[in-house]
T-cell receptor, first 114, second 112 residues
């Protein structure tokens, strides 16, 4: 049972570089999410998607972009990395959009921007 | 701004002890979830509570939703090293049907 798979697990970027964080799920979930987790803070929603071709901004979308060309994949793009984007990024999926339905998380990507 | 405040932030106890951690807010929620996160992994859902006053048990873990649906507690009986982790609570703000607000978590260490 693969569930939600994220790559890479770790990455170090220089300021101004770009990268894509990959996320794929094999549970046929329509709903997918990107969160960031910073020490001492709760998870913050960056972007979410309700299905292939449909995405929308969450609480902290600035500096990020997403796409959803298939049900399985939901990559997160950082165009011009900044130190404020140093964080642990989690991708998640769920069967419904209704808050209170369980989120299934990947194991995260730890990103450092220097 | 709706907030979920978790306490304590950090707790380190010996194996076999009992403990309670809390998730509090001034807002009313339709439901509340508890997740456990182990180092290097994503959060895993433990339970969802929906009804005010509801109590749910998961082996040695007891979850309670406050009568007014503003707070919740997690009680662990006879803690074991395998209970070590970051315990997070999350709840949907009233106006949003998709976004959860999250507490910062309680980091729990159970020493053998």
């Amino acid at each position: 049972n693969a569930g939600v798979t994220q790559t890479p697990k770790f990455r170090i970027l220089k300021i101004g570089q770009s990268m894509t964080l990959q996320c794929t799920q094999d549970m046929n979930h329509n709903y997918m999410y990107w969160y960031r987790q910073d020490p001492g803070m709760g998870l913050k929603l960056i972007y979410y998607s309700v299905g292939a071709g449909i995405t929308d901004k969450g609480e902290v979308p600035n500096g990020y972009n997403v796409s959803r060309s298939t049900t399985e994949d939901f990559p997160l793009r950082l165009e011009l990395a900044a130190p404020s984007q140093t964080s642990v990024y989690f991708c998640a999926s769920s069967t419904t959009l209704q808050a209170g339905s369980p989120l299934h998380f990947g194991n995260g990507t730890r990103l450092t921007v220097t | 701004t709706q907030l979920l405040e978790q306490s304590p932030q950090f707790l380190s106890i010996q194996e076999g002890e009992n403990l309670t951690v809390y998730c509090n807010s001034s807002s009313v929620f339709s439901s509340l979830q508890w997740y456990r996160q182990e180092p290097g992994e994503g959060p895993v859902l433990l339970v969802t509570v929906v009804t005010g006053g509801e109590v749910k048990k998961l082996k040695r873990l007891t979850f309670q939703f406050g009568d007014a649906r503003k707070d919740s507690s997690l009680h662990i009986t006879a803690a074991q090293p395998g209970d070590t982790g970051l315990y997070l609570c999350a709840a949907p703000p009233g106006r949003s049907n998709y976004q959860l607000i999250w507490g910062a978590g309680t980091k729990l260490i159970i020493k053998p």
